[in-house]
């Protein structure tokens, strides 16, 4: 069965220190696999994706995700926090025939401090 | 800028009323989904449609209908609305992947759903 674990419900961090997010994967197949950002009262807005090329992601915003298979993982990071970061991130994963299922992680809520 | 419109944004709607929640979407894709997201918690699949006349039910149970008569719209309705259906209502669309990789979805902003 195919599932998206993100391992920290919370994370809180300084402005300006660096973020990681975690996001574990389980897929019998290879995975297509993302990271949205939604902000309050927002829609999700894709930060970048995996799609079996480069196993390091650049996104929007600073943000960047390496796909490990060995480990299962997907973390995000970004090296400095800014205020405008404070957000619910979700971790997806794709995958079935076509990639038709979209799997949601349970999300990570980012509080950034001053 | 992704191109799939929600409407309206805010709703608030008295029990028993039936209600249709609007969804848009001009890039062409054929996939649809609708995902209910209660605040600050995960997002469950209630609809999703893989292209004209297909609809399917999602993970979670859910009261209300679809339909998908046109490729671009992917209206959702309740019936008779109740209490326990205020929530926030996201749209979504992607086109299908290729044998090797799955495509980014679209979400629009989402309907925030109140019944009183």
């Known amino acids: 069965a195919q599932s998206v674990t993100q391992l920290d419900s919370h994370v809180s961090v300084s402005e300006g220190t660096p973020v990681l997010l975690r996001c574990n994967y389980s897929?019998?197949?290879?995975?297509?696999l993302f990271w949205y950002v939604q902000h309050p009262n927002k829609g999700l807005q894709l930060l970048l994706k995996?799609?079996?090329?480069?196993?390091l992601v650049k996104g929007i915003n600073g943000f960047e995700a390496e796909f490990k298979k060995s480990e299962t993982s997907f973390h995000l990071t970004k090296p400095s926090a800014h205020m405008s970061d404070a957000a619910e991130y979700f971790c997806?994963?794709?995958?079935?025939?076509?990639?038709?299922?979209?799997?949601f992680g349970a999300g990570t809520r980012l509080a950034v401090h001053p | 800028e992704a191109d799939i419109y929600q409407t309206p944004r805010y709703l608030v709607i008295g029990t028993g009323k039936k209600i249709t929640l609007e969804c848009s979407q001009t890039?062409?894709?054929?996939?649809m989904y609708w995902y209910q997201q209660d605040p600050g918690m995960e997002l469950h699949l209630i609809h999703y449609?893989?292209?004209?006349?297909?609809?399917e039910k999602g993970d979670l149970s859910s009261e209300s209908t679809v339909s998908r008569i046109r490729t671009e719209h992917f209206p959702l309705t309740l019936e008779s609305a109740r209490p326990s259906h205020t929530s926030q209502y996201l749209c979504?669309?992607?086109?299908?992947?290729?044998?090797?990789?799955?495509?980014?979805?679209?979400f629009g902003q989402g309907t925030r759903l109140t019944v009183v």
């Open positions: 979504a669309s992607r086109q299908t992947g290729t044998a090797t990789s799955g495509t980014e979805a679209f």
């Open positions: 897929s019998s197949y290879s995975p297509s």
């Open positions: 995996y799609t079996s090329a480069a196993t």
């Open positions: 997806v994963v794709s995958v079935g025939g076509g990639y038709n299922k979209l799997i």
């Open positions: 890039m062409g894709h054929d996939k």
């Open positions: 449609s893989y292209g004209v006349n297909s609809t």
